[in-house]
């Protein structure tokens, strides 16, 4: 009898455990949580060979990787205003975009469509997972300086100059996001950025004024994107035209008083710029 008792117990979780397992093989959520399990547990070995296992443990190499904390800290922080995917809608998508999708920020392929009239100030009226504002059409700036050049004065400009020379302006502002702290452009990239008149608004290392628009100067960069989203209001960058993006580590020497500490800020700007 002890035996049949025990054998029908044995019998029961072995159903219950093949009910489970069946529920969750179904169960989205359950799967994308085995999976992101799977993949950080991918990314300690990585970062183990790379680094070896700090005194914090090897936890400590993932709260400290760009690559896991970035995604993380931009769907809590940035993700309700802006989408961070490519055309085809794969990334992570904000339920109302109201700003930019920073999905290759400041690279060639995403200055080329914010320099195209018909895309930057764009906004359909439904918005879908494809069909969305890229860049300004959701923002304060949809009617503002910046637009009103690319649909007005951009197309005269690249008649003068030609569409070869404007494709270098775009490889010239592309460069400073990759360029090394202390390095200078060269003087033909300074000549082309003030040829199509950039720096009529915009600060350009010696050519320029600050707060009229974004400083150009290593645009894009790490630092520049520490900087912006440290404090967007700074003269710097969007001064007192901010159109509502918060201060996210303004005062980092203050405990508590930031949304993010200065580290945070970092391993966010570092996923941006792909630095993992």
Known sequence: MNVLVTLGLLAVVAALTVVSKRADALDPRVQASLADEEEA?????????AKGIPVGGALALLWDDPKTQGPKLFKQHCGSCHDFADEQGEGMLAEKP?????YGFAGVDWLVKFTDPKLIAYAPATVTKTDRPRFFGATAFNKGEMVEFVKDNLKE???DIGEKEFHKVIAALASEATRESGDK?????KQLIEDFTCTDCHRYHDKGKLAAAPDLTGYGARQWLVGIISDPAHKRFYSVKNDRMPAYSKAPDVPGKDILTA?????????LRGQW
């Open 41 to 49: 547990a991918f990314r300690v070995r990585e970062l183990i060979r």
């Open 263 to 271: 580290r945070q800020v970092e391993l966010l700007a570092e996923w």
């Open 157 to 159: 400009l690249k008649k």
């Open 98 to 102: 109201s700003a930019p999708n920073l």
């Open 185 to 189: 452009p060269s003087a033909d990239a």
